[in-house]
Each structure stands twice: as structure tokens, then as C-alpha cells.
């Protein structure tokens, strides 16, 4: 099927509310790998984002907001959606038994995966993620993250070069370097392999003056664009300036997104499907050896800053019918 094949632009990861070390260390480590992530804070608005990028892909941790059946019925729903059955889901979980994970995955379509959360270190949950991804296509083709310029962006930039100052407007940036529009002046000087000793860049409230090597020049209707590389010995903090501008912008759209979004009111205790010869697992309370995975101390506790705490009292993994849905809206 077509929604099968890796898209050549790559694809948009999604986190729907994730554990405390998943958001500040795990997704922090994929940004430094290009790969274009966000955090999705409450799964009410999830759908209705997700309908705008058909190639996501979307992990899910089940140990928040909803209970265990309740997001078993939520993901078998996108099979049943025509915008969200390409969404690529995989789920994550910490203290949560071993038979309820396995209803999961036996029967739920889940490209993603499962992520395991207990007594794992959050570089090993990166490289387990990071080989999904990969797997994936979540670059595409792509080997860096960039942001297409707007006039919306406060972006401006300058070249020295001589005794003159010249303009550039920007088109697409990213942290290995810049497309741009040039003055029409300095486009008649330069050449490539040109090293442009002094950049000035200014994203919003950062700027920079940096070194650049002239990679490409080329004219078309009348507009001369350039491709600007940092030149080697870039420093990191540089290069990370960058990235950090762009997932800012790029976090902002998706805010903006979020407030335009339909809030997701459907009852997922009491959902119902078509006859495809499968039931919703019966998730009754589990079993002794289960109880001793509940009780098992959670991942980099000392850090979870009171969340955990709140993850147990909002998501129980005993499924009980008098369960009602719980809600957070960031």
C-alpha cells in the first residue's frame, strides 16, 4: 500500500504526553539527530492534529490520561479512520503487566513498536527509538532538519565582504547552513568555494557572526539564491543555536494548530467496532507476578519532579468498569 512506503521528505514524530526522562532527555537527543519531533500534551487534540500529517509517526504512552482499554479502543480507532490509518503508532509504558502489553501488540496494528520503560536508561530508549525511526524513514531522504523561511520570522542577515555590507534574505536555514536570496551587487562577486569570513546572523532574539563557504550560486526570474555552508570549526553552540530557533518556530506552528483543533469527546471505555472477528481484551487485574512489575521503581524517579506520583493516580493498570476517563488539557 502506498501509505506503506517511506515518504521522501521524511516524517513527523509524535510524543503524546510522554514520561518526564522520555520529554528531557530521550526527545532532546533525537532533535540533536535531525529528526523533526513534537510533544503532544493531551491526547484530546491528538487526532486532530495527527489528520494533518498522514505519514506521522506517533508513540503513545498508555500509562497516562486514559486507561489501558480505553487507549486500546483509541488506537484500534485510526484503523477505522481514513485520515489516521497511515499514522504509524507504537505505544510505551513503564509498570505496566506483561499480559496487558501483549493484548496490545497481538492484536493492534503497531509499526512503532512497544518501548519498554522499566529499568532501561534513557540513552538505551534513545537508540531503541532511533533504530524505530530509522527503520521508519522518519528523514526520508533528507539528512538535516530545516525550517522554509517566512515573513513572519523575525530573520535577518548580512555579508561583509570587501569594504561593503550587503543584504541576504533568507529562504531555508538549518544547522549545517543557509539558502538565501542575495544582493544582486555581491551575487556578481562571489563564486563558489568563496569563504565568507564574516556572516551576521539574527534569528529572533539570537544573533551570530559566523564563517560560511559559498556551496552554490544560482540565478533564476530575475532572483540570484545562494546556498551558505558553515565553514568547518563552526563552533557546537552555533549549530545548536540554530536547531533550538528552528524547533522553536516549528513549535509554535504546531501550538497554533492545536488551538484550531477539535477536541477529541469520544467515550473510548464504551467504543464499539465493526465485526473483524476480534474482541477488545478482557484487562482484568493482574496477576502476582504482574503486581511485582507494577511495584518496580520507576525510571530516573529522583527526576520525575512529582509526575510520577501523578501518572499513579490518574492511570491505574487494574481496568475496572466503574474506570472513567481522565482528561488533561495543557
Known amino acids: 500500500m502506498t501509505f506503506r512506503e517511506n515518504p521522501v521528505f521524511g516524517r513527523k514524530v509524535f510524543f503524546i504526553d510522554p514520561p518526564y526522562t522520555i520529554e528531557h532527555k530521550v526527545i532532546e537527543k533525537l532533535k540533536e539527530q535531525e529528526y523533526e519531533v513534537y510533544i503532544l500534551k493531551d491526547y484530546t487534540f491528538a487526532k486532530s492534529v495527527l489528520r494533518n500529517f498522514e505519514n506521522a509517526i506517533c508513540f503513545i504512552n498508555i500509562k497516562q490520561q486514559l486507561s489501558l482499554k480505553e487507549w486500546y479502543n483509541y488506537i484500534k480507532s485510526f484503523q477505522y479512520d481514513d485520515t489516521l490509518k497511515s499514522v504509524f503508532l507504537g505505544i510505551m509504558a513503564s509498570k505496566v503487566p506483561e ?4 493484548k496490545f501488540i497481538m492484536n493492534l496494528k503497531l509499526p512503532g513498536g512497544y518501548i519498554g520503560l522499566d529499568g532501561i536508561t534513557p540513552e538505551e530508549i534513545t537508540k531503541k527509538i532511533s533504530g524505530i525511526l530509522e527503520i521508519n524513514g522518519a528523514k526520508g531522504k533528507r539528512k538535516y532538519l530545516s525550517l522554509t523561511c517566512s515573513k513572519d520570522e523575525a530573520l535577518t542577515g548580512y555579508i561583509a565582504h570587501g569594504n561593503k555590507l550587503f543584504t541576504m534574505t533568507f529562504e531555508n536555514i538549518s544547522s549545517i547552513g543557509i539558502s538565501c536570496f542575495l544582493d544582486n551587487d555581491l551575487s556578481k562577486i562571489l563564486v563558489k568555494n ?5 556572516v551576521s546572523l539574527s534569528l529572533g532574539r539570537w544573533s551570530v ?14 532572483k540570484t539564491t545562494a546556498l551558505l555552508l558553515f565553514a568547518k570549526g ?67 524517579e529522583e527526576e520525575d519532579t512529582g509526575k510520577a506520583e501523578e501518572s499513579e493516580a490518574k492511570a491505574p493498570t487494574e481496568i475496572t468498569e466503574e474506570e472513567t476517563e481522565t482528561k488533561q488539557q495543557s
Request: aromatic share 8%.
Open 99 to 102: 499480559s496487558s502489553i501483549e
Open 209 to 222: 557572526i559566523t564563517q560560511c563557504i559559498v556551496y552554490s550560486i544560482n540565478e533564476m526570474n530575475g
Open 234 to 300: 563552526t563552533p557546537k553552540e552555533t549549530k545548536d543555536s540554530l536547531r533550538k530557533y528552528i524547533y522553536d518556530v516549528l513549535d509554535k506552528k504546531l501550538q497554533q494548530l492545536i488551538k484550531g483543533s477539535t477536541e477529541d469527546n469520544e467515550n473510548y471505555f464504551t467504543m464499539t467496532f465493526p465485526s473483524d472477528g476480534q474482541e477488545t481484551p478482557d484487562y482484568n487485574p493482574p496477576t502476582e507476578e504482574d503486581s511485582e512489575v507494577e511495584n518496580a521503581e520507576p525510571l530516573d
Open 194 to 198: 568563496t569563504l565568507l569570513t564574516n
